[in-house]
C-alpha cells in the first residue's frame, strides 16, 4: 500500500508515491502548469496500482492561487474517485520537512515566491524523534526581509526536494489516522486552500446564465477545453455529443451576460444504455 502525495503550491509541481512502512518513495517534479500534476501521477501510478493508494495528501498552500486550486480540487477529485482518505499539509512544510528533520533542535524556514515583491514564510523545527513542529503561522514578507529571518530558510530549489514532500506527506498521514473519531479527519469536503492572501488580480464579476449548448459554440468551447486540459477533446467529438436528442443528452452552456452572451463554460451529459 501507499500514499499518494503531491503539491502545486510554487513554481515546481511536486509528486511522490510512499511506503509509509519504510518511508521509500518514488517521486516527479515538474516546472510545467499545476493542471500537469495528472500526468506526473499517472507517470507514476499505473491504471492497474491505484488500487495500492491507501491515502491521498495534497498541500494546502500558502502559494500560488491558481496553483493551489487546481491542485487542492484535482486531490478532492482523485481521493472521491478512489474512495480514500484525503489529507492537508502545508506547502511550506513540504518545503522546509528534509532540512529541519537534518538540523534537528534548529528554526528551518520554508518561502515561497508570493509575487509582488512578497514571499510566503512560515518556520519549523523537527525533535530527536523527526516530529516537525509549525513555530509560527504563515506570513507574506517583503524579498528585503528574507535575509533577516533567523534560521535556515529552504524554498522549492534544494535537492531534498522530493525527500521533503515526502516526509511532510507521511507525517500528515500519521496525523490524520490518529485524529479522534469523529474529527471527520480524511474527509475530502474539509480540505480547502489557504491563499493567506488573496488573488494577484480580482476577475470581473460576470453575470452567467444557463442556455443550451449550440454548435455554433464549438470554436469558443474548443478554446476553453485547450486552456484547461492537456489533452483536450476535439470539436469533431464535441460536435459529435452535440448530435445527441434531449432523451440521450445533456448540453448546457454558460454565458456572461457583462461580455455579450460569451460562452464561459459547459457541462456535457450522455445517456449510455437503457437505463
Given at each position: 500500500?501507499?500514499?499518494?502525495?503531491?503539491?502545486?503550491?510554487?513554481?515546481?509541481?511536486?509528486?511522490?508515491?510512499?511506503?509509509?512502512?519504510?518511508?521509500?518513495?518514488?517521486?516527479?517534479?515538474?516546472?510545467?502548469?499545476?493542471?500537469?500534476?495528472?500526468?506526473?501521477?499517472?507517470?507514476?501510478?499505473?491504471?492497474?496500482e491505484q488500487g495500492s493508494i491507501e491515502a491521498i495528501?495534497?498541500?494546502?498552500?500558502?502559494?500560488?492561487?491558481?496553483?493551489?486550486?487546481?491542485?487542492?480540487?484535482?486531490?478532492?477529485?482523485?481521493?472521491?474517485?478512489?474512495?480514500?482518505?484525503?489529507?492537508?499539509?502545508?506547502?511550506?512544510?513540504?518545503?522546509?520537512?528534509?532540512?529541519?528533520?537534518?538540523?534537528?533542535?534548529?528554526?528551518?524556514?520554508?518561502?515561497?515566491?508570493?509575487?509582488?515583491?512578497?514571499?510566503?514564510?512560515?518556520p519549523f523545527m523537527a525533535d530527536a524523534a523527526g516530529?516537525?513542529?509549525?513555530?509560527?503561522?504563515?506570513?507574506?514578507?517583503?524579498?528585503?526581509?528574507?535575509?533577516?529571518?533567523?534560521?535556515?530558510?529552504?524554498?522549492?530549489?534544494?535537492?531534498?526536494?522530493?525527500?521533503?514532500?515526502?516526509?511532510?506527506?507521511?507525517?500528515?498521514?500519521?496525523?490524520?489516522?490518529?485524529?479522534?473519531?469523529?474529527?471527520?479527519?480524511?474527509?475530502?469536503?474539509?480540505?480547502?486552500?489557504?491563499?493567506?492572501?488573496?488573488?494577484?488580480?480580482?476577475?470581473?464579476?460576470?453575470?452567467?446564465?444557463?442556455?443550451?449548448?449550440?454548435?455554433?459554440?464549438?470554436?469558443?468551447?474548443?478554446?476553453?477545453?485547450?486552456?484547461?486540459?492537456?489533452?483536450?477533446?476535439s470539436m469533431a467529438m464535441y460536435a459529435e455529443e452535440?448530435?445527441?436528442?434531449?432523451?440521450?443528452?445533456?448540453?448546457?452552456?454558460?454565458?456572461?451576460?457583462?461580455?455579450?452572451?460569451?460562452?464561459?463554460?459547459?457541462?456535457?451529459?450522455?445517456?449510455?444504455?437503457?437505463?
Open positions: 500500500m501507499s500514499v499518494l502525495c503531491f503539491d502545486t503550491a510554487s513554481r515546481v509541481v511536486l509528486v511522490a508515491l510512499v511506503d509509509p512502512s519504510t518511508g521509500a518513495f518514488t517521486g516527479g517534479v515538474s516546472t510545467g502548469r499545476a493542471q500537469g500534476v495528472l500526468e506526473l501521477v499517472d507517470s507514476l501510478v499505473g491504471a492497474g495528501v495534497v498541500g494546502t498552500g500558502p502559494g500560488g492561487f491558481t496553483g493551489l486550486r487546481v491542485g487542492v480540487a484535482t486531490a478532492r477529485g482523485l481521493a472521491e474517485a478512489l474512495g480514500v482518505p484525503l489529507y492537508g499539509v502545508d506547502s511550506l512544510l513540504v518545503l522546509a520537512a528534509a532540512t529541519a528533520t537534518a538540523r534537528v533542535g534548529e528554526r528551518v524556514w520554508g518561502a515561497i515566491d508570493a509575487r509582488r515583491g512578497e514571499y510566503f514564510v512560515q516530529h516537525i513542529t509549525t513555530l509560527e503561522p504563515a506570513s507574506a514578507i517583503a524579498v528585503e526581509e528574507l535575509r533577516g529571518l533567523d534560521g535556515i530558510t529552504v524554498g522549492d530549489d534544494h535537492d531534498a526536494v522530493l525527500a521533503s514532500l515526502a516526509i511532510a506527506g507521511l507525517q500528515a498521514f500519521e496525523t490524520g489516522q490518529a485524529a479522534v473519531e469523529g474529527a471527520r479527519a480524511g474527509d475530502p469536503l474539509t480540505v480547502l486552500p489557504d491563499y493567506v492572501r488573496g488573488p494577484d488580480a480580482e476577475p470581473a464579476r460576470m453575470d452567467v446564465h444557463i442556455d443550451r449548448l449550440q454548435g455554433a459554440d464549438l470554436g469558443a468551447l474548443d478554446i476553453i477545453e485547450r486552456r484547461c486540459f492537456p489533452h483536450p477533446w452535440l448530435r445527441r436528442g434531449p432523451d440521450d443528452g445533456v448540453h448546457l452552456a454558460a454565458r456572461d451576460r457583462t461580455r455579450d452572451e460569451r460562452l464561459v463554460g459547459a457541462a456535457l451529459a450522455a445517456r449510455i444504455g437503457n437505463s
